[in-house]
């Protein structure tokens, strides 16, 4: 399900399991930002390993000035 960010949100978070996927709220978060987390997961830059994060300046479609996605681990 879709989860919509707080009016004025400064930032928008997710959480990301790793080697699993984009799924639930990550994918449409994703969908919405033009694919950004899957790009930075395909180059390397996060596999969403427990404890790790990734700051992402808001694309267009984004509510808030950043996607924060946050690595949950397996």
């Given at each position: 399900?879709?989860?919509g960010a707080v009016a004025g949100a400064a930032a928008v978070a997710?959480?990301?399991h790793q080697d699993a996927g984009l799924a639930g709220p990550?994918?449409?978060?994703?969908k919405a930002a033009g694919g950004a987390l899957t790009r930075a997961i395909g180059g390397g830059r996060f596999t969403?390993?427990?404890?790790?994060?990734?700051?992402l300046?808001?694309?267009a479609g984004v509510e808030g000035s950043h996607l924060v996605a946050?690595?949950?681990g397996k």
């Amino acid at each position: 399900e879709f989860v919509g960010a707080v009016a004025g949100a400064a930032a928008v978070a997710v959480l990301v399991h790793q080697d699993a996927g984009l799924a639930g709220p990550a994918a449409a978060w994703d969908k919405a930002a033009g694919g950004a987390l899957t790009r930075a997961i395909g180059g390397g830059r996060f596999t969403g390993a427990k404890g790790q994060s990734l700051v992402l300046p808001a694309p267009a479609g984004v509510e808030g000035s950043h996607l924060v996605a946050i690595g949950a681990g397996k």
